[in-house]
DNA sequence: CAGCTGAGTGAACGGTGTTTACTTTCGCGG
DNA sequence: CCGCGAAAGTAAACACCGTTCACTCAGCTG
């Protein structure tokens, strides 16, 4: 009965995943635009019809695979935050997120270019419901709001002048309790991290020849140095 | 004869124009992807085939028209820049530029995303192509250039201390005159002001439901705070 | 006027997403 | 155990796409 019935869906799940791998090996191997129902059907030894029974469009197959890659993101800046173990504070936390951050987009440029590139054509609903808390996107952003929010609440987020909060009052409106000075803290940080990463993903400083990462790195030092240092416990 | 040809000669520059012309409607249109021959050439009343008299592959016609973007973009920034007078100070002449590039980005986002998003598949020497000084690409990071360049022989410019000014002695080196100094401070301003722009264009801040342009104004107004006055006249 | 050159055509090749109707496979309930 | 029904997969078609090739045709040149 149900177990059988889970046979079926097990087998299904497989077929499943089978698809998404091939489909993020042609996005590794030829990019975005490159990934094709026909193609991922060929290397199944199946046809293109068929994939209909587990996507209904491949705009589904990709929102899927954005879906999993935020996910794997997420856990490979997790994993290198809690590596500094328990009690570590919350700006090396933070530096270790961003670092694992760079170093995963850039280790995979497709995977990186997908999810922080302009949206395909279909594919613009992704991040327009990242409205929703448990959108990986969003879930995604929330770990680098965290470790912010205990900065602020021991008194350590410095005020940023140049920053207009009047204006920010509405931001994350999914996020009610969070004061309006970190919002500002994680825009205006993230904002640069993502320009250093997005520039060096798109190509738009090969012209100058330099090597981005002194930039990123500066992005970081910037930010700790703003932040007070830890009361000193006892 | 020079005469005749001449006459051939603008009639094929007026088909090239229509051609590119016809191509931005579709990239306004439809987004980068959808630029598409035969859809051009349909609009003309024509052939596929026939454009390949006027460019050797679609990718190429894709290139003409990021050069023509560049510098439709640099020549909208270069007069925001002049329309201050001829006395200006550089700080006004970058803060007007940097506006003017945001404003001409939203106004046209389906072309800026072509030239600041991925580079699409076969278009990828563009950007790399940028080495060249006469790229469209350099010209218009130059304009940005002088100004900060300006404001370094007025010992205006702060030093980055957050910036490894090692690993840039080989930035930008169709500049060699350029100190490291003036790269520093224009490769961190520009990447922060992209950071804002590209995360604009391509919806990464949409799940914020966030106004990005404080936070445009906010880059501008900590990087005007972070150079010296000028030294008053007389 | 003859001939060459450039512009444009039409058909073809191989690729794409998607839909439709059809067939095959296989687990489940009687 | 067997047949039913649902799920999986197929084949063909449609409408696109970039690109190539052989071809025509008009017009300028010598």
Same mark, same amino acid.
């Given at each position: 009965m149900s177990d059988t019935s889970h046979r079926r869906e097990r087998l299904r799940e497989r077929t499943v995943t089978e698809i998404k791998e091939l489909a993020r /090996?042609?996005?590794v191997a030829?990019?975005?635009a490159s990934i094709s129902l026909r193609a991922i059907a060929r290397d199944m030894g199946m046809t293109a019809a068929a994939?209909?029974?587990?996507?209904? /469009?491949?705009?589904?197959l990709v929102i899927d695979l954005c879906t999993d890659l935020y996910?794997?993101?997420r856990q490979a800046c997790e994993a290198a935050r809690d590596a500094l173990g328990p009690g570590a504070d919350a700006v090396p936390r933070l530096v270790a997120m961003a670092r694992e951050l760079r170093r995963w987009a850039l280790d995979h440029r497709a995977e990186a270019t997908l999810i922080f590139g302009p949206p395909?054509?279909?594919?613009?609903?992704?991040?327009?419901l990242c409205v929703d808390l448990e959108h990986a996107g969003a879930r995604f952003g929330v770990i680098f709001i965290e470790p912010m929010t205990e900065l602020w609440r021991d008194g350590r987020l410095p005020a940023l002048g140049h920053v207009d909060l009047a204006h920010l009052d509405r931001a994350l409106p999914n996020l009610p309790d969070l004061p309006v000075e970190v919002a500002a803290v994680f825009l205006t940080s993230w904002t640069r991290l993502y320009g250093?990463?997005?520039a060096e993903l798109f190509d738009q400083l090969s012209w100058t020849g330099v090597d981005t990462e002194p930039l990123f790195e500066a992005e970081i030092a910037f930010f700790s140095a703003q932040v007070k240092p830890p009361s000193v416990a006892r």
């Open positions: /090996a042609q996005l030829a990019g975005p994939l209909y029974r587990y996507f209904p /469009a491949l705009d589904a996910g794997e993101l395909l054509p279909g594919v613009e609903q992704f991040h327009e250093v990463l997005a």
